[in-house]
């Protein structure tokens, strides 16, 4: 039985162990941490378990993207709850129904003018959703090398929808100058669809994929960080961990950030500096800092659902992190407990750490005010983190929240392929290709098409 090792135990890494055992390879799961699921990781203070990465995800229903692909990882029957989408604006309040039409409708009525550009760029979201799996394919979508900004720029006009299209900046993340308009389309277009959030959170996730793997008699090892990759004869010839472990696997699959991966190789081999020194200098989107709230009690009215705040004079299609002009509220399904979760730069620790996390907790409350008044004083507890917490545990350069940023002027630069000149290292994760629930769920069946053959992709039932 040929043996696997696969670094780092995030939604990818979960995901292509699956594919793998499910195609008789042995194994193994290496995971620096000390829990399992990387930025679906949770924890528990006052016996409530707070989320620290994904909070909620889009296109789970019935014909749309995501819903495929969660079937085919057994998570479609988690007990997953439609959520709904706010944007908020300075004064200005925007319902994001479910579904395209309604979203087409609700923009036209809103801005009656521009109604045909409205129905255009709906079009351009059915599109975009409907054919996800072109992917597999034909590769990457030629909208990954058109602008979105000036997309936008093009076809509207009226500043407020525009503001109102970049939709969130926090699923983005990225400075229009660089955004491709395939991104926009495909991660903005799935939440538009429908927005899903889980009792029991990132945890429930990676339990029923843990689950998975070892009923196939996968193994998953918490606490065992992989410390160097040694190469020989044009491969991995040994995978280091900790101190003191050596592995010898027929192949290894990386779900840690791709320059990350890079920095593990002990010898230069067959991977040449030049591709490190590209992945190493490739740039990563902005990390988040997260204000996990404990409420004093259920009875506090909370949104309905995600609400997106943002200043009034933000500009949403170039986000400047070190200001804090954009902030989401997630309230859990489980009542009782809401984060809030806003842009920012990587802070140092040590002195003034927790003066800075302070200070950004109090400019998050200001903002979240704006939509659910009160707020500041219905707290109990607060437990904030910062990019550097990130940073810390999962090793993502910048505790950067989505990888490495893609960009429509260089979409083959920025776009990565699992496969490298070590030929039995690839790589997986959500900076390879897009980021999130869908892009990284994608980005597996990529890399284990890689692996085991493109037939794979003929298990999805679309
Ligand atoms: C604050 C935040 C909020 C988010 N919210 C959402 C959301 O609501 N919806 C959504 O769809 N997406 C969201 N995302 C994005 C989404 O969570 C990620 O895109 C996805 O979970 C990334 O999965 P991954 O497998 O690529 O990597 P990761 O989750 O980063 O996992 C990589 C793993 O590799 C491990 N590792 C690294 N180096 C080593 C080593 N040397 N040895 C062993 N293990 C190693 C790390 O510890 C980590 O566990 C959010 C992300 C963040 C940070």
Redesign the pocket.
């Known amino acids: 039985m040929k043996t696997a090792i696969v ?7 979960l995901e292509v162990a699956l594919i793998l055992l499910r195609h008789g390879y042995e194994v193994t799961v ?4 000390r829990q ?5 990781q949770s924890f528990v203070r006052d016996g409530r378990r707070f989320d ?6 889009g296109g789970l229903g019935e014909g749309e993207p995501l819903r495929p692909l969660f079937a085919y990882f057994g998570l479609m029957d988690l007990p997953w709850e439609p959520t709904t989408e706010e944007i908020l604006i300075g004064d200005k309040r925007f319902r994001i129904p479910r579904g395209i039409d309604a979203y087409v409708e609700m923009l036209s009525e809103q801005f009656p003018t521009e109604k045909n550009a409205i129905q255009t760029y709906g079009n351009l979201l059915r599109e975009v959703g409907d054919h996800i799996f072109d992917a597999f394919e034909k590769g990457p979508s030629p909208l990954m090398g058109v602008s979105a900004a000036q997309y936008i720029e093009n076809n509207f006009r009226d500043p407020l929808l525009r503001q109102v299209l970049s939709g969130s900046t926090m ?1 983005l993340h990225q400075d229009a100058n660089t955004l491709p308009l395939y991104a926009l389309a495909q991660i903005g277009g799935s939440f538009i669809r429908s927005a899903w959030r889980l009792p029991g959170g990132g945890k429930a996730i990676t339990e029923r994929l843990t689950a998975q793997i070892e009923a196939l008699g996968g193994v998953i090892r918490t606490g ?4 160097g990759l040694r190469l020989a004869d044009g491969k991995v010839s040994e995978v280091l961990v900790g101190e003191s472990e050596t592995l010898r696997p027929d192949l290894v699959v990386s ?3 791709p320059a ?1 991966t890079m920095a ?1 190789l002990r010898d230069s081999g067959v991977i040449k500096r030049i591709y490190r020194e590209r992945i190493a200098s490739l740039e990563n989107s902005p ?2 800092f ?1 204000a996990n709230i404990l409420l004093k009690d259920n009875i506090f009215p909370l949104p309905e659902g995600e609400l997106h705040i943002h200043q009034e004079d933000a500009d949403l299609w170039h986000p400047d992190p070190r200001r804090t002009d954009s902030v989401l509220v997630h309230p859990y399904p489980e009542g009782g407990m809401l984060d809030l ?1 806003s842009p920012m730069p990587l802070p140092e620790r040590g002195e003034g750490y927790e003066a800075l996390k302070r200070a950004k907790l109090e400019q998050c409350l200001d903002l979240a005010e704006k939509g659910i008044p009160g707020l500041r004083n219905a707290i109990a507890k607060v437990y904030t983190s910062t990019p550097r917490t ?1 940073h810390d ?4 350069p910048g505790g950067s ?3 490495i940023l893609k960009d429509w002027k260089s979409p083959l630069t920025t776009l990565l392929s699992p496969r490298t000149t070590a030929g039995n290292l690839y790589l ?4 390879l290709n897009l ?6 769920s994608m980005t597996a069946l990529i890399t284990a098409a890689d692996i085991l053959g493109r037939q794979i992709y003929l298990e999805i039932e679309r």
């Open positions: 670094i780092g135990s995030g939604l990818g890494g290496l995971e620096k941490g399992a699921g990387g930025c679906l620290t990465g994904f909070h909620y995800v699923r065992a960080a992989v410390t779900d840690a950030h990350v593990l990390g988040l997260t979760l990130w545990y999962t090793g993502v929240a989505f990888g997986t994760g959500g900076s980021h999130g629930m869908l892009g990284v």
